[in-house]
C-alpha cells in the first residue's frame, strides 16, 4: 500500500438528530452586580400645603383693659377695650371670647392689676364653660401689684376661651394697660 493522501475537504452536514431528555434544575447562582440607576422621574403634582395655607393658619391676638371695671353682678366675662393685635380674627372684641378657628396647641397668657386694698382681683381663664387656670392677687396692705397666669392648651374646631373676673372683684387699668390677655396657636393639629 502506498502513503495516504492530502486530506480531503469536510462533508456536508448531516441531519439533526433527535431532541435529547431535560436535565435537572442546577443550583441558584449568586447574585449579580448591582446595575445603573435609572434617569430622575418626573416632577410630582403640588402639594395641598403651601404659605398661603401656611399664613391662613397663624392665629394670635392681645387685648388690654384702659380702665377699671368691677363685677357688682356675679362672675363676668371680661370685655376688652383695646387690641393690640387679632391675626386671623377669631378675638371677638364685643364678646371677649375666642373662638378656635384652627384646631391646634395654643398659648394663653394673662397679668391683671390692682389698686385697691378692698377688691382685689380674682381672674379665671375658661374653657367650653370650665375653668382651667386663674389668678388672685390678695394683700389687704398691698394697694398696688400685678400677677398672672399662663397654659398651654390643645384645642378643637369652636372651642370658646375667655376670661372671667370674680364676683365683687376689681380689675384695675390705665392708659398704660396694666391688664392684658393674650394667646396664640403654637402649631395646628395634624390632618
Keep these: 500500500m502506498g502513503n495516504a493522501g492530502p486530506r480531503g475537504p469536510p462533508g456536508p452536514d448531516g441531519n439533526p438528530g433527535a431532541e435529547g431528555t431535560v436535565g435537572p434544575q442546577g443550583e441558584v447562582g449568586s447574585n449579580g452586580l448591582t446595575g445603573k440607576s435609572g434617569p430622575p422621574g418626573l416632577k410630582g403634582t403640588q402639594g395641598t400645603y403651601s404659605l398661603v395655607n401656611a399664613w391662613n393658619q397663624h392665629r394670635a391676638f392681645s387685648v388690654a383693659l384702659t380702665s377699671n ?36 396647641t395654643y398659648f394663653f397668657s394673662f397679668y391683671v392689676s390692682k389698686t385697691s386694698r378692698q377688691n382685689y382681683p380674682l381672674v379665671q381663664l375658661v374653657k367650653n364653660g370650665e375653668r382651667v387656670i386663674g389668678a388672685i392677687d390678695y394683700g389687704p396692705n398691698d394697694s398696688e401689684d400685678s400677677s398672672g397666669n399662663s397654659v398651654i392648651l390643645s384645642l378643637s374646631m369652636n372651642d370658646l376661651i375667655w376670661m372671667i373676673l370674680g364676683d365683687e372683684r376689681e380689675l384695675s387699668s390705665t392708659p398704660y394697660k396694666l391688664t392684658t390677655f393674650s394667646g396664640f396657636l403654637i402649631f395646628p393639629m395634624p390632618i
Design 69 to 104: 371695671i368691677v363685677a357688682n353682678d356675679g362672675n363676668m366675662i371680661i370685655i376688652w377695650d383695646h387690641e393690640f393685635s387679632n391675626v386671623g380674627g377669631d378675638f371677638d372684641m364685643k364678646t371677649g371670647i375666642f373662638n378656635v378657628t384652627v384646631p391646634g
